[in-house]
């Protein structure tokens, strides 16, 4: 039997809009952005390894989960939780797991739009050719002065989230599904003449070596974490996102294959996305672990050498801009998807309630630049020693509520729901079928286990339990 329920918020015209849709809140300033420079800090190939294999056996299983979750509750994650765990005769408590998706949401939007505003600007520079020869030494104090500049930070960090909110705004539908239907492939052919480039002029050989040698003394638990809490960031999973975007999704589409390609593209975007950026930081003797402005460094020295650097240049940080827009409009509907289904509230005005909040919650990132960058809240912890406002929210979203997110999700797809349910929901018939087998598997045991683990041990735990015995 088939759930009757409907999205009230409509659906997605094709399988394709689904997938473009996921697609797009999948690739964003995760994979150009985060991916290289979390990459550089955590010393290379055995971090991107272990990213890989959370991508394969965590993310895909629990993204398969969520997209089984919100097409059979067909509301916001708050009320798909409801029904769902009243559906099975559990606690209504689940719902506090869209709740904590919710705040995970619009805390990771909060300094995400920052960071699409660096892009943004950076569309304008490049444009106007400031770029044009520059040295490592010039990319790098240009980058300098503009981030220690509060106010223009502030000013594009507000450009972006009018963007987001007014799409958001418009429903997703008729916007930004046909912007991302020509965006996307345009976004993934620069990357491969990027990639083209700096196979050229680059240091590609040694940026192979960075990336998929694997040297596991170079890596500690927390890079484990890192890298586990970055593939559920790089797929958008743990939150919502795609949980609500699965409530758009008809009924006749294959959860299984879907849910595969979406990881096969954003993937492949995060490593050419690596292939391109690192040949330039050896060539240019730069430091692969410098930081969160490592794209912003590099790329433009490339762009400032290459024949039609400028107009290549600028249409790579437009379309960054266009993959971080159609991640962040994912970051928060959830939100507003709740307000127009429990407050009535039309979706304008939820939408602009929600971009304020998250605007002004940015300020905190803005200034963790500049005005604020001796502010470590957390400086009594000998790991947050160092941490600004940016730092601490980037950790506390991406390395703890996602994963637990995602933990709490596996455990309600694979041991709460009726075994029935979610073959149904993955189109399966037949209780021996493998691919099924292999999903429960992942779900039930791999993917909890193996957060759990992870935590167990950044925390110190796991060492403790193990003096034990
Ligand atoms: N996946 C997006 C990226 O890689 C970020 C994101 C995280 C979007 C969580 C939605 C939910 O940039």
């Not at 030494?137 to 500049?149: K, L, T």
């Not at 803005?366 to 406002?389: G, I």
């Not at 601490?392 to 349910?421: C, E, Q």
Request: with cysteine; aromatic share 12%; net charge neutral.
């Amino acid at each position: 039997m088939t759930a009757p329920r409907t999205s009230i918020h409509g659906e997605w015209s094709t399988r394709l809009a689904f997938i473009l849709a996921a697609t797009g809140s999948a690739v964003g300033l995760g994979n150009i952005w985060k991916f290289p420079y979390i990459t550089g800090e955590n010393g290379g190939g055995a971090f991107v390894l272990v990213y890989l294999l959370c991508i394969a056996c965590i993310g895909i299983p629990i993204m398969m989960a969520e997209v089984l979750l919100g097409r059979r509750g067909r509301q916001s994650p708050i009320n798909t939780m409801a029904t769902l765990s009243a559906e099975i005769g559990h606690s209504s408590h689940w719902k506090y797991l869209g709740w904590a998706g919710v705040l995970a949401g619009f805390l990771i939007l909060s300094y995400y739009s920052v960071i699409a505003g660096w892009a943004l600007a950076y569309a304008f520079r490049t444009g106007s050719g400031v770029f044009i020869n520059v040295t490592a030494d010039g990319a790098g104090s240009i980058f300098g002065r503009f981030i220690a500049d509060p106010e223009k930070l502030l000013a594009w960090h507000t450009v972006f989230m009018v963007m987001t909110t007014v799409i958001v705004a418009r429903g997703v539908r008729s916007g930004l599904e046909k912007a991302v239907r020509f965006l996307m492939p345009t976004l993934f052919v620069l990357l491969l003449v990027l990639v083209g480039y700096a196979m050229n002029s680059g240091e590609f050989n040694r940026a192979v070596s960075f990336l998929f040698d694997a040297d596991f003394s170079k890596i500690s638990a927390d890079s484990v974490l890192t890298a586990m809490g970055h593939a559920f960031f790089t797929l958008s999973l743990g939150m919502g996102a795609i949980m609500v975007y699965g409530s758009y999704l008809p009924k006749d589409t294959s959860i299984a294959r879907t849910s595969i390609i979406i990881a096969v593209m954003d993937t492949l975007v995060a490593l050419f996305a690596g292939l391109a950026i690192f040949p330039l930081v050896f060539a240019n003797g730069l430091e692969p672990g410098s930081g969160p402005g490592l794209i912003f460094q590099t790329l433009p020295i490339a762009f400032g050498h290459m024949d039609g650097g400028t107009f290549f240049g600028t249409l790579f940080f437009v379309l960054l801009v266009f993959a971080a827009w159609s991640s962040a409009i994912s970051l928060i509907e959830p939100a507003v998807a709740w307000l127009v289904e429990n407050r009535k509230q039309n979706r304008v005005y939820a939408a602009a309630v929600v971009g304020l909040l998250t605007w002004l919650l940015g300020l905190l990132t803005v200034l963790s630049f500049n005005l604020w960058s001796d502010v470590k809240p957390l400086a009594f912890v000998e790991k947050f020693q160092n941490s600004t406002f940016f730092d601490l929210l980037d950790y506390l979203t991406s390395n703890i509520m996602l994963p637990l997110g995602g933990l709490l999700i596996a455990v309600f797809a694979g041991w709460l729901m009726d075994r029935k349910a979610t073959m149904e929901e993955l189109d399966i018939h037949d209780h021996l079928h493998v691919g099924y087998r292999i999903w429960r598997v992942l779900v039930r045991y791999v993917a909890p286990i193996a957060v759990a683990i992870v935590f167990l041990k950044v925390t110190g735990i796991l060492d403790v339990i193990n003096n034990l015995f």
